[in-house]
């Protein structure tokens, strides 16, 4: 059976996000088809997990948490991939599905994903994902010329935008051709996204617990197509505002947690759901949101988005299932008031702030 969608990792997120939207949307007839599966790593510890990944009976998500104030738990099954391929043993299967049967692409290779090192090109098939990811376009490029989408779900502002400057900066030193350079800018669809679910434990060998809340944001743009309807989907003419909610809502409440966590020399393995059993405390958070954050969103024109989002930002916090340590939230403290207190003022700069302020020790 063709695949029209081929995924480059096997992250435990993406098998409770893109995968699982897919398998739900294939049950409704509203999918673009199944997924081909490829491990960029070569990591032969996880050959295991691509065995189950495309198991005939699918593979377990358990979606534990709280929703709309109930707690939530129920496990589902993810019969959308139907291959799973390593471009360390499968790389002439990979070529071949690329070119003949991929329509969207997806990606969500971690941390260190668009890292291009100085032997890039010591091997027939390179090391790096954008390495892989130029030398298959080519080869579709010499074979076909068919039109392409590329989703990418790895966590950078902008992500389809800084993956294709990537990539074309690869292709004017390895295949300086113009004209293929001309078919990346012109039918090649590099869509910028973001993705929002947490995503908290694995399932051996395959599988994933993972809350309720789940959100996959794409900015739109001619020649778009998508590898599925969903209602965790959106489609949107800015990211932004759905990058700042995230940043200036949930992640900002995370590091206003983290700051009374440190100032108050609280428990040291304390978790966010813990911290926030302490009346004084929820409240203390709530006055933020209602007085200064959600204010400030009103002055962009989006009060109602960033009171859903406080809403369910604060159901994802309170749930019974996640143990989120505050020592964890607690890394890179000093960066993370910057972009997610003080970059917030700068944006909304007429609305008064001075509680976050105050905790983001500016004046």
Known sequence: MPTPIVQFGTSRFLQAHADLFVSEA?????????????????????????????????????????????????EQRVVSVRRALSTATDWDDVRRIFCEE?????????????????????????PSFPGKLLALLHERFQTNRRKLTVLPCELVSRNGDVLKRLILDLQA??????????????????????????????????GAVAEPYALWAIENQPGLVLPCRHP??????????YEKLKLHILNLGHTVLAD???????????????????????QRLLSLYTAEVIPGFAARGLRRQAE???????????????DHRLRDIANHHAEKLVRRLVDFHAWTPDVPKPALLDIAGVQ
């Not at 007839?29 to 295991?48: C, D, F, K, N």
């Not at 965790?232 to 505002?241: K, N, R």
């Not at 859903?308 to 996640?322: C, G, H, I, K, S």
């Open 26 to 74: 294939l049950e409704k007839g509203e999918a673009l088809g199944a997924i081909t599966v490829v491990q960029t790593t070569g990591s032969p510890e996880r050959a295991g997990r691509l065995a189950a990944l495309a198991a005939p009976g699918g593979y377990p998500v358990i979606i534990r948490g709280r929703q709309d104030g109930r707690d939530i738990e129920r």
């Open 173 to 206: 030193n390895r295949y300086p051709e113009s004209d293929f350079r001309e078919w990346l800018l012109t039918d090649v669809v590099w869509a910028n996204t973001l993705v929002d679910r947490i995503v908290s434990a694995p399932i051996e060998p395959a």
């Open 232 to 241: 965790a989907m959106l489609v949107v003419d800015d990211l932004t505002p």
């Open 308 to 322: 859903a989002y406080v809403a369910a930002t604060m159901d994802r916090f309170d749930n019974p299932f996640l």
């Open 260 to 282: 009374v966590w440190m100032k108050e020399n609280r428990p040291a393995d304390e978790t966010v759901k813990a911290m926030l059993r302490d009346a004084a405390i929820r």
């Open 102 to 126: 991929a329509g969207v692409v997806l990606s969500n290779t971690g941390d260190t994903g668009y890292d291009v090192g100085d032997d890039d090109l010591a091997d027939p098939v390179p």
